[in-house]
């Protein structure tokens, strides 16, 4: 017993009107637990109920029962499910164990009929098998998010890229407009000097005077307001300019891409809700056909104690042989037919079994292909509504820069009209001016239009100064985020790392998992003339609905040696019973612990280990104990006693 076991607390089952069940409750201490019997003694109807309460649905109602229920305490916490016959069919509900049961179904629930038991006998696809629990989907959404996040980041880090090298130049324009204004100041300085000595020559009366500044200064005033609306003009001309270049950007890149009609995407979507809805249909019938065999199955073990004794009456009645005969007779080469009640050969119903797990397997590669073109569909609608969202977003934005042009335009014109009104005034000053000017005053205004020049052409470098400093102090704190982009673009280029090989991955643990237990297991079984039975990966191009597309393949190889130690490889269809029993058994155990099922069910049942004898049953399960913290095998009689005494024993259900 595994030291995790060994801290489990018991686990108690209550079960009521499942498979042949009245009602039972069975204890199961943690470790290995075997249902020892006889066929018919209910083994599988338990195993069945135990799992319902972890969340399957591979289970019975009694048949002369409309309502039964089981409940599973582990732990302090207690899990339940019911079964309620409504119109013909049994409607399960309750608060199970688990609630994606997909993976427990296939590597945890290991009856005759497990599909994961039964992949190598059958020679199914065995890495389709594995990988099934896997949700591909989205791990590809989750890339497609992940690539886009990075492609802006990219995008973010190129410009930061590109501010880097604009970041001297835009200290070489700081210092080169620093060193302008000192110049400026010094040019006002002196003009400002030039107009204080004329100012001393003019000899009029204070009030001439007064009104000789008082106009020089309006007409000041008017040329300030001229020079501004200039600039205005200028700017408003050049962001014109920048948008109808920017429109002429947008409108290539709209005619590059492609026209998404509404009519495509519409007929995806309905695509994909026609092979959604038989993806549903088929998983539908899969578990019914599911259910039938592991019912039919049931019925061959004799594990069905009521049909089982009605079977018995109807045949003793009629040939009047005792109970145990019967169940002799039962068990060999003929049975009774539990549908028409005549006798048939068990060869007959065995070849019927098999043509159900036929076309189950038949159905779930449909469904295997439809999950395939589903993801091309989906790969495809996202690519329309993909092409649709830019080209809305390229519309939207033409419309507004278009909007934005037409506003400036508007802007300029009314800029236009202010400027002439404004040279209009200044002409009218200027006329008042010369009005009241003398010689010296005449040389006065010509210092003072020089002076007004030399503030204006200031307060536009000290303007433009005041912008350099802005845009640097926004680079140095786009590039401080820089090394931080950087480390993040590093984690999303790990992380798309192991999302794209995380399949990959999966498939070369589920390989090495299944050799490395399977060598071991073959050492401990002691098979004669097998040397090795081992899974090879390798990459191959097939094809997923309408692509085709490089993917894993298990191959599973046995190699077989002679007497005289020659080693060769035999076919799967060469293996006896037993050793394929034992491969199918090691291959569910590497899904199990691939899919990491141990830290998420606690639970392991096996049944229909009878093609093993009774010490390589021993062997197998001692070494599966070592996996789950409760292991429940049903076993015949003769096999149980092989198993160690320490482990528990249910003889009674």
């Not at 190598?120 to 690539?147: F, H, Y």
């Not at 973010?156 to 604009?166: G, H, K, V």
């Not at 060769?568 to 899904?591: K, M, N, P, Q």
């Amino acid at each position: 017993m595994s030291q995790s076991q060994a801290t489990e607390k018991h686990a108690e089952l209550a079960v009521e009107n499942i498979g042949g069940i009245d009602t039972t409750e069975i204890a199961f201490s943690p470790g290995v637990t075997s249902l020892t019997g006889r066929n018919a003694t209910n083994r599988t109807s338990l195993l069945q109920a135990l799992m319902a309460t972890l969340g399957s649905e591979a289970v019975s109602l009694k048949g002369d029962a409309d309502h039964g229920e089981v409940a599973l305490t582990l732990d302090g916490d207690t899990y339940t499910r019911t079964l309620e016959r409504r119109n013909g069919t049994v409607v399960f509900d309750g608060d199970p164990y688990l609630e994606d049961i997909e993976a427990a179904e296939l590597f945890g629930f290991l009856l005759e009929s497990n599909e994961a038991r039964q992949a190598v006998a059958s020679d199914d696809d065995l890495r389709e098998v594995i990988m099934r629990p896997v949700d591909t989907t989205a791990i590809n959404a989750e890339i497609e998010q992940l690539e886009a996040e990075k492609r802006q980041l990219d995008d973010e880090l190129d410009r930061l890229e590109s501010l880097d090298s604009r970041l001297p130049e835009l200290e070489a324009e700081k210092t080169r407009l620093e060193d302008r204004i000192e110049d400026k100041r010094a040019e006002l300085d002196d003009k400002e000097a030039e107009i204080e000595d004329a100012d001393k020559t003019v000899d009029d009366t204070r009030e001439q005077q007064n009104a000789f500044e008082d106009a020089l200064d309006k007409l000041q005033e008017v040329r300030s307001d001229l020079e501004d609306v200039r600039y205005r003009i200028e700017t408003e001309r050049e962001s014109i300019q920048a948008l109808e270049d920017e429109h002429d950007e947008l409108e290539e890149t709209l005619e590059d891409l492609p026209e998404t009609p509404a009519g495509d995407l519409e007929e995806v979507n309905t695509e994909i809700d026609r092979l959604r809805d038989h993806k549903q249909s088929l998983e539908s019938t899969i578990n019914q056909l599911q259910r039938i065999l592991q019912f039919n199955e049931d019925l061959l073990d004799g594990d069905n104690p009521e049909l089982h004794a009605a079977l018995q009456d109807r045949e003793a009645g009629a040939a009047g042989i005792e109970d145990e005969a019967l169940t002799d007779q039962l068990v060999e080469d003929t049975t009774v037919c539990w549908t028409c009640g005549s006798e048939v050969e068990r060869d007959a119903i065995d070849d019927t079994l098999e043509s159900l797990r036929e076309l189950r397997r038949e159905h779930s590669s449909k469904r295997n292909e439809i999950d395939a073109e589903l993801d091309e569909l989906t790969d495809r609608r996202d690519d329309l509504r993909g092409d649709r969202d830019r080209r809305e977003r390229v519309d939207r934005k033409l419309d507004e820069i278009e909007r934005e042009i037409s506003d400036r335009q508007q802007q300029v014109e009314e800029l236009t009209d202010e400027q002439g009104a404004l040279e209009d005034e200044i002409n009218e000053r200027e006329h008042r001016v010369e009005e009241l000017e003398g010689q010296e005053q005449s040389e006065l205004l010509d210092h003072h239009k020089e002076a007004n020049q030399l503030e204006f052409e200031l307060g536009r470098l000290e303007s433009d100064l005041e912008d350099v400093r802005e845009e640097i102090a926004t680079v140095e704190d786009d590039l401080d985020e820089r090394d931080q982009l950087s480390e993040r673009r590093e984690e999303l280029q790990t992380e798309l790392a192991d999302l794209r090989t995380r399949i990959e991955q999966l498939e070369s643990e589920a390989v090495e998992e299944f050799n490395d237990h399977m060598e071991t297991i073959l050492g401990v079984l002691d098979y004669a003339n097998i040397e090795r039975i081992w899974i090879e990966r390798t990459e191959q191009t097939v094809r997923e609905g309408r692509r085709k597309v490089e993917r894993g393949v298990f191959d599973l190889h046995v190699i077989r040696s002679t007497q005289d130690g020659t080693t060769y490889e035999d076919s799967i269809a060469h293996l006896s019973e037993s050793e394929r029993e034992v491969t199918g058994l090691v291959f569910a155990l590497a899904g199990y612990l691939v899919h990491d099922l141990h830290e998420s069910l606690p639970f392991i049942v096996i049944d229909s280990l009878e093609a093993l004898d009774s010490d390589r049953i021993a062997a197998l399960v001692e070494y599966f104990e070592e996996y789950a913290a409760y292991l429940v095998v049903a076993l015949l009689p003769e096999d149980a006693a092989a198993l160690s005494d320490e482990f528990q024993r249910v003889t009674e259900i």
